[in-house]
């Protein structure tokens, strides 16, 4: 399914994944924290727990996933690099490069032991 990294986007994604045949997934990594958090509602409403059923990882470290609950595991990356990298190769001519950007993950408590 097709989306615009919002909320709602990942609430009526995960509700088809959970729809579908098979059982559910033990682990959802998504592509930024407010997916995160919209997956964390369609797996409340489908009576899965995080993470005693479902662990889920986030990315971005945003405020909201030191405050969901439970608290959202995630990807901490650095900001400017990638901006600086995109700016540099736009205004020097020249073509983009490779550029490498430092994350850390934060572990919270959205995850649990396999």
Known sequence: ????????????????????????????FACS???A???YRALAEHGLRVPDEVSVVGFDDSLAAAYATPG???VRRSWPEPGEAAL???FSGRPATRTEVPTALVVRSSTAAV
């Not at 990294?5 to 033990?26: H, I, K």
């Open 1 to 28: 399914m097709r989306g615009h990294f919002r909320m709602d986007d990942a609430l009526v994604a995960t509700r088809a994944m959970l729809a579908g045949p098979g059982e559910p997934p033990t682990a959802v």
């Open 72 to 74: 959202l595991t995630t």
């Open 37 to 39: 958090l919209g997956v």
């Open 88 to 90: 540099d190769a736009l």
């Open 33 to 35: 924290d407010v997916i």
